[in-house]
């Protein structure tokens, strides 16, 4: 079986090894439009992902978690507050018999551990290779790269990112959701000593999410910010110097987490929330942020994709067990509605928390600041919620293969 993967992000490498793990007579390759990185960015320039348990468990069972946890930070407890009003909730790994909620890890240090890991398996990377097109008219699906000949596939996995070139190019359908926002990502520093705390403040003009990093060489403790907010509201930001943005963070977060030091490089971009309607097509899975853009406040993006990629190697390892073709449109929709559920609804969470909190009004805020004082005083609500935020809520195992 031949298998290639376009694009060659965390979840094209992602879904090549979960693939090879499960079919090591497939080959399996990945197309990589970019020259991949190399070298670490300086420690205020580096972007991060929070690792949900879920995922540590499915890196675990690859034999890398120890690897990248050592690299990354804990997430001990995750503090909920509102600005300017008076509820808020602390919810702890203890919530869920954890020693951690999760992981944040920079996305080079996971980046270059599947890549490594990838090539263990005999994944082969083709690097500058930008693919220019999928033609699915004949039986097999085949690659298209300008005037090079066209290489025929068994099974075509598309993971070019979102908004996706190439589903446009296929024709697939898109649903969108324009959010209304921008969001600025950032690393900045704080005085004093990182409490391994993650913060989600929501004020009037959107939610701040703040993940702890691991300290840097100098034992200063940095935050992944993520802020999302208005686009008028974000151009006034993206365009202030480094003292004006600090300034303007440090009145939205206040001062529990103290002094804010420096911001490192600042990106921002448009949000909105793309989910293709169909995920599949004979010989053909679309994946990752390609198949699904999620709002980032919730950091749930890559850690989904790794569940559909564990899913996905799942089904196609029953089918070929039991002498089906494993990218026959039949075993593809089993892996479709294997995923939906978990996609829906991690789409839902993610989305209640992007809006909840962005209306403002004395009849909006009074059950916002009762929600968060209640999760505070509700355990049993607060600890479903953080078992829901670990990703452990849905059984890998049982949902396929049917
Ligand atoms: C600021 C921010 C914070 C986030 N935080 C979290 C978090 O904490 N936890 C979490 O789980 N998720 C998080 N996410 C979401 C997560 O980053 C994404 O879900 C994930 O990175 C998507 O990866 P991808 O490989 O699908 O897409 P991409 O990373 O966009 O990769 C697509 C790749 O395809 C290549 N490509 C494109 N076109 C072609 C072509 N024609 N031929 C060949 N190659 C091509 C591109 O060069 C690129 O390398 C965050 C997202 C953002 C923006």
């Given amino acids: 079986m031949r298998i290639e993967i376009v694009g060659g992000g965390m979840v094209g490498l992602a879904f090549a090894i979960a693939l090879k793990r499960s079919l090591p007579d497939a080959a399996v390759r990945v197309l990589e439009a970019r020259v991949l ?3 670490a960015p300086s420690p205020l320039d580096s972007r991060a992902t929070a690792l949900n348990l879920a995922s540590r468990d499915i890196l675990a069972s690859w034999g890398i978690w120890s690897q990248i946890e050592v690299l990354g930070a804990a997430i001990k407890a995750i503090h909920v507050s509102s600005r300017g009003r008076f509820g808020s909730a602390v919810i702890e790994a203890n919530d869920v018999g954890e020693p951690a909620l999760g992981y944040v890890v920079e996305n080079h240090h996971v980046g270059s551990m599947l890549l490594k890991l ?5 994944v082969l990377l083709e690097a500058p290779a930008g693919v220019t097109g999928v033609d699915v008219s004949g039986p097999n699906p085949q ?24 589903c446009h190019q296929m024709g697939v359908d ?7 926002q921008r969001a600025v990502a950032a690393n900045v520093r704080f005085e004093g000593l990182s409490l391994g705390t993650a913060w989600e403040r929501f004020t009037d003009h ?34 202030a110097n480094d003292a004006e943005f600090l300034q303007g963070l440090q009145r939205a977060v206040g001062w529990r987490l103290g002094r804010l030091t420096d911001v490192g490089r600042r990106t921002a971009w448009d949000l909105s929330r793309i989910a293709v309607r169909e995920q599949v097509r004979a010989g053909v899975v679309i994946v990752g942020n390609a ?45 479709e509605s294997a995923v939906a559920r978990d996609q829906q609804e991690t789409t839902q969470a993610t989305d209640f928390l992007a809006t909840l909190f962005r209306s403002r009004g004395v009849f909006l805020d ?7 004082a209640g999760l505070d005083l509700l355990v049993p609500l607060r600890k479903s919620i953080a078992r829901r935020g670990t990703g452990k809520g849905m059984e890998l195992v049982h949902e396929v293969g049917r």
């Fill in 174 to 180: 898109m649903a969108r959701r324009d959010v209304g």
């Fill in 118 to 122: 990838a090539a263990d398996y005999g």
């Fill in 366 to 372: 009074l059950p916002r600041d009762a929600a968060l």
């Fill in 143 to 166: 690659i298209l790269r300008g005037t090079a000949a066209p290489i025929s596939a068994d099974l075509v996995v598309i993971a070019d990112g979102a908004d996706s070139p190439l």
């Fill in 206 to 239: 959107g939610p701040i999410a703040l993940l702890p990093l691991p300290d840097d060489v100098a034992g200063k403790q940095r935050y992944n910010l993520i802020w999302s907010m208005h686009p008028d509201e974000s151009r006034v930001l993206e365009d």
């Fill in 291 to 335: 198949a699904h853009t999620l709002h980032p406040v919730a950091g749930q993006g890559f850690n989904l994709s790794l569940r559909d990629a564990s899913r996905l190697a799942q089904t196609l390892a029953a089918s070929h067990a039991r002498s089906e073709h494993p990218s026959s449109l039949r075993v593809l929709r089993r892996y």
């Fill in 37 to 39: 990185p190399s070298g």
